[in-house]
């Protein structure tokens, strides 16, 4: 199955990715690219995959995990693109379902908290009710635990899906 990934010609113009090194930034294409990826910008990728197609420095960049673009769970092996879903939008309850499910998918991450934000953010609240249980308590607990004055809103919010 084809999928489609929305890349912006105005990626060269934004101020994150011009901050990139030349190999951050086929790091970033890979991962918004990559045959790994899924419809919600948030899924596994093993560093070994990453050399392969990149080499070493490509995965050591990759690591870092220090661009608002991306972030990497090295633990978990997964990748989060924090504006996927901006530039490629779930418009149907299907495409909502879809990403549900593949963020169901994956293995609890820290990255998971930041993941559901963005899935409010660009799906709505309402979509809030496609998660699972298991997953919702998940990210409350963790959002709790960081006692930040957004992970707190965040932790209210899923009480009342839970």
Known sequence: MSRYT???TDIWHDKEFKKLSAVGKTVYLFVLTSPYSNQCGF???PLDCVEFALGK????ELKKNGTPLYRYDEDNEVVFI???LKYNVAKSPQQINGVARA?????YSYLTVD???KYIEYCGEEALTRLPRPLLQAVQMAALRRATRDSMA???LLESYI
């Not at 963020?103 to 293995?107: M, Q, R, V, Y």
């Open 57 to 60: 420095r490509g995965a050591e």
């Open 103 to 107: 963020a169901a998918s994956l293995p």
């Open 154 to 156: 965040l932790a209210s």
């Open 82 to 84: 924090p504006n996927y």
């Open 115 to 117: 993941f559901t934000e």
């Open 43 to 45: 899924y596994r990728l």
């Open 6 to 8: 929305t890349i912006t």
